[in-house]
């Protein structure tokens, strides 16, 4: 340093002091509380009385594993008991429900109301988004995360509007163009792009899209259907539950193999449970479609890693798990106004609308014909109707009823369904008439 005088040497040592220590302290700050990935696993038609951590009554030992690192909400609660409904609340982070104006009247399933935001749509929307309303992937993405969505559900598939917000989008079941075995007719469980919708195509298909990303930094949604086709797979519902959690394990550990599960929130629910020969006072319908919607139907897991509540035993809908995911991933946008309270589920549905409140659950038929209460804590099962036992808290739940069917009417419109809906949801087994005057309502 010569040439230098005495007191630039001691100016110039300070600055090197000065710098060491910056970098110090720079490598021993805090990390980002926010996480640089988000893994959203949806295990469609998974009961969470089926799940280890939950007590259950399947084997679900990488479920079980993935909740011991983080956190099991106690009482997660799906939205509606079918995917369209539960995942246009999901992404979009609003109630879904199905009304006309007139609640008084059962109503058809129409392609305005098959996802049950048409109150938000246009005039003449066919997608379950309807313009302007921001998607949980567009809200994502807005925040820097590179999108990525793989769904073997085909009722999400192409033009149904999931795919929006996501720069990578992959249907694992859908036909590819391509001729030859699997690609023409047959089982969705073996045809497709990846070779049908089991968990090993699903997984086929999160590597094509992994490889396809362009930044570390990503939203990934995945969705597993071995659980909802355990009939189609001529397995009982607990080995297609069994099935679902080894394609769960498989997906972490893919991920964890490429060095992407550090640092990510990891959430894994389903979408609604499924309907085992339960007995109630009323028949209601069989498999997952409601009417009404019995509690098995809606109480699902809600397991994230790192953990997502600080308070637990908050009852987590559909509709706020976006919320949490925005805010958790530093990418929350604003909230939209609600009308339900953090204990309320509505379930507005063809035949019946239901409030579920606290402990307590109450479910008219549009007609006027039938009313039923529960007592939730004392009848988790819904064995016991008490509207002639309490008589004033029934009318108090009618008359709550009564407001959230007007704030939550939508299109009165009664169009049929796209004709690409009709095979849709005829390939899945999920209709049985769509000309009947109150069809069986599909996921």
Request: proline share 6%.
């Amino acid at each position: 340093m010569s040439g230098l005088s005495r007191n630039e040497i001691i100016f110039l040592g300070l600055l090197l002091l000065v710098g060491s220590c910056a970098l110090f302290f720079a490598a021993r700050s805090p990390k980002s509380p926010y996480p640089d990935r988000v893994v959203l696993i949806v295990v469609d038609t998974l009961r969470r009385d089926h799940v280890g951590v939950y007590g259950g009554r399947a084997e679900t030992p990488h479920i079980d594993k993935l909740a011991a690192r983080g956190q099991a909400a106690p009482r997660a609660l799906a939205s509606f008991p079918s995917t369209t409904m539960s995942m246009g609340a999901l992404f979009a982070g609003l109630t879904p429900s199905i009304e006309s104006g007139n609640s008084e009247r059962s109503l058809s399933w129409t392609s305005e109301t098959w996802c049950g935001l048409s109150r938000v749509a246009p005039p003449g929307s066919k997608t379950c988004f309807p313009a302007g309303i921001p998607t949980l992937p567009e809200q994502m993405r807005s925040a820097d995360f590179e999108t990525i969505g793989v769904t073997s559900n085909p009722l999400l598939y192409r033009p149904a509007g999931f795919e929006r917000g996501f720069d990578i989008w992959e249907e694992a079941g859908a036909p590819d163009g391509s001729a030859g075995p699997g690609n023409e007719g047959g089982s969705r469980l073996t045809q497709g792009a990846y070779g049908g919708t089991t968990a090993g195509s699903v997984l086929s298909a999160v590597r094509a899209a992994l490889g396809k990303r362009s930044q570390d930094r990503f939203f990934l949604y995945v969705h597993f259907m071995d659980a909802h086709d355990f009939e189609l797979a001529g397995v009982s519902y607990a080995e297609g539950v069994k099935r679902a959690d080894a394609g769960v394990g498989q997906l972490l550990q893919l991920l964890d193999e490429q060095g992407l599960l550090e640092d990510s929130l990891v959430v894994l629910t389903s979408d609604h449970g499924e309907r085992l020969g339960e007995k109630h006072p009323v028949e209601g319908r069989d498999q997952h479609f409601g009417n009404p919607p019995f509690d098995y139907l809606l109480r699902v897991p809600l397991i994230s890693v790192p953990p997502l509540f600080e308070f637990p035993h908050y009852a987590a809908r559909s509709q706020d798990l976006a919320q949490l995911i925005l805010a958790r991933a530093g990418a929350l946008a604003g909230r939209p106004p609600v009308f339900l309270s953090v204990s309320e589920v509505f379930l507005s549905e063809w035949d019946w609308q239901t409030l579920r409140s606290g402990r307590w659950k109450g479910a008219f038929r549009r007609d006027g014909s039938r009313a039923l209460l529960f007592d939730l804590k004392e009848d988790p099962g819904e064995k016991t109707d008490l509207s002639e036992v309490y008589p004033d808290r029934l009318n108090r739940m009618r008359y709550r009823v009564s407001i959230l069917a007007r704030e939550y009417s939508g299109s009165s419109s009664h169009q049929g369904i796209q004709s690409a809906e009709v095979e849709r949801l005829r390939s899945m087994g999920d209709i049985e008439a769509l000309d009947s005057a109150t069809p069986r309502a599909a996921d």
